[in-house]
């Protein structure tokens, strides 16, 4: 597509987030409840690390390609590394708890699998 002249790709990814995929509706509401002190959370910063942002690149000739950040493995190294997967639900009032858990696990189950064959690769060549 092409941006009307006034407009940047810059500006359209800012405009973009939070990402109504993971906001749900009303994104406007949502949003001001995720960063009201009594959410419990310090506001559009809170410790989600890269989940539910964006991975992607702004070329010199004006175009862009982004992702949202879902599903995705982050970690530390050092002594104390720590491997993180980031995954969510839609709750709704009619969810169930224990569905909404399973999916949480579902999603993480490629991305855990991953990391499990390759820390078992690593044991296998310190051995």
Sequence with gaps: ADLHPSLSALSVLQHSFPPGSMTGAPK???????????????????????????????????GAH???????VTGTLGEKGELMIGAGGAIVALSDPVEEWNEVLTKCGAAAGGVAAYLGQLHEQQE
Excluded: D, K, M, W
Aim: overall charge positive; glycine content about 14%; aromatic content about 8%.
């Design 66 to 72: 982004f992702n949202v950040v879902i599903r995705t």
């Design 28 to 62: 406007l509401r949502t949003v001001q409840l995720l960063e009201s002190p009594s959410a419990g959370l310090e506001g559009p910063h809170a410790p989600r690390g890269v989940y539910s942002g964006s991975i992607g690149f702004l070329s010199v000739c004006g």
